[in-house]
């Protein structure tokens, strides 16, 4: 997760703490909202070094993004 954290604290221009305090926020939402296969998934994700994973969970999260009724821009 410290490398998901640096990322997010650089985007958002806020502290690597408060940057894992945002994305455990965050993660714990999910879990709560998703089905526990893909919850579990998820927290698998974040319990990695996430520096070669980015990709695939950019992916997810663009998917998600149908089932959780976003609309697609377009």
Do not use: H, R, W, Y
């Amino acid at each position: 997760m410290a490398t998901l954290a640096q990322l997010v604290a650089e985007k958002a221009g806020i502290t690597e703490s408060q940057a894992q305090m945002a994305i455990k926020t965050v993660a714990d939402f999910l879990k709560e909202k998703l089905p526990a296969p893909i919850a579990g998934q998820v927290e698998g994700l974040l319990a990695t070094d996430v520096s070669g994973v980015a990709g695939a969970a950019e992916s997810m999260m663009k998917g998600l993004g149908g089932f959780m009724g976003s609309k697609k821009e377009g």
